[in-house]
């Protein structure tokens, strides 16, 4: 059928190939028809909604767009985010998914893991890896535009992973497919000390968070997720063999990264007015160091619980 109708949108006009097009996407579950990019979206949802995170802002918007301009890359786009909790990594995933498939998150071309749920026995490494690796090459021969997100890494036994590295890599054949337009996210909270420690030395040096560019983090970020026992990427192949595209850090937010959070979801819940609650909220995280108190140690996570108890 496929064939049948790539002809035709061959041998007729654009406006006619688009109703085909259309017709198509209405009997089939193809990836591709559910696949619809918008990358102006995606940006304006990045830099309207994201609080405190230039850094990610810019990286996921630049290489998601110079990832998906390539009609043939030579190899996946695989983005790994760094940072403490609630700083904003498992919202930028979510969005990268709402504004890459028009099912977002529901897509079934769309794969997350989680630790607890589906390696939560450090003894079976062997077993999960022979699942992992059957589970990404299944779901790419059905779509090559698969994308997987792999929540919590840090709670990943060691060894896992490495199993992808011949999806991740240049060379590896997948039948039926183009496995290089797949897309892996991997989000962790290993690094977050050489993070938090740079955007305090740059506070404490009066100079602005914005100032930070990624040069100053990423090889302290990748050495540091490489040699911690406690993260999925311990001594791992994927990191030796340079298989990440962009290490992504996500940087501690301040008082008023916190309380543009409560203002948004007040705004949500039709209370966009209480500038009372703002502050209430943002003057009741417990926030580091002592001296200063610059930073939320919970980031934004603790928002909706903090609303819920001031209004």
């Known amino acids: 059928m496929l064939a049948v109708l790539a002809a035709v949108c061959f041998l007729l006009s654009q ?14 579950d193809s990836c591709d028809c559910d696949f619809r990019p918008d990358m102006r979206d995606l940006e304006w949802d990045l830099y309207r909604n994201v609080y405190g995170q230039h850094l990610a802002q810019d990286i996921v918007s630049e290489e998601v767009a110079s990832f998906l301009q390539n009609k043939s890359p030579d190899r996946p786009l ?13 919202l930028v995933s ?3 998914a709402k504004h890459l498939y028009s099912s977002g998150l529901s897509s079934p071309y769309i794969h997350q893991f989680i630790p607890t749920l589906h390696f939560p026995l450090p003894n079976r ?13 299944g779901n790419l021969t059905e779509c090559a535009r698969s994308v997987f997100i792999f929540d919590e890494m840090e709670k990943i036994p060691p060894g ?14 997948v039948f039926r497919t183009n496995y290089r337009k797949a897309i892996y996210v991997f989000i962790s909270t290993t690094g977050e000390k050489v ?13 602005e968070r914005e100032e930070i560019r990624l040069a100053d983090l990423q090889d302290a970020v990748a050495q540091a997720v490489y040699n911690s026992s406690s993260s999925g990427f311990y001594h791992s192949s994927i990191i030796q063999q340079k298989l990440i595209t962009r290490f992504v850090p996500f940087l501690p937010l301040c008082r008023r990264h916190v309380e543009r959070c409560a203002r948004w979801q007040l705004c949500q819940q039709g209370w966009c007015w209480r500038n009372d609650v703002v502050e209430a909220v943002g003057g009741d995280m417990i926030y580091t160091p002592d001296e200063g108190r610059y930073f939320s140690t919970t980031g934004c996570k603790a928002v909706p619980a903090k609303i819920n108890l001031f209004l």
């Not at 490494?125 to 090459?137: F, H, N, Q």
């Not at 490495?162 to 999806?167: A, G, K, M, R, T």
């Open 160 to 173: 896992i992973i490495d199993v992808l590295e011949p999806f991740l890599g240049p060379s590896h054949v």
């Open 78 to 90: 695989v983005l790994s985010f760094h940072g403490s909790s609630g700083t904003g990594k498992t």
């Open 195 to 207: 993070i938090n420690q740079l955007a305090l030395d740059f506070r404490q040096a009066g100079r």
């Open 94 to 96: 979510s969005m990268l």
């Open 15 to 28: 406006p006619v190939c688009c109703v085909f097009q259309t017709l198509y996407c209405t009997i089939s």
């Open 125 to 137: 490494v062997r077993r999960y890896r022979s699942d992992l690796e059957s589970w990404v090459k």
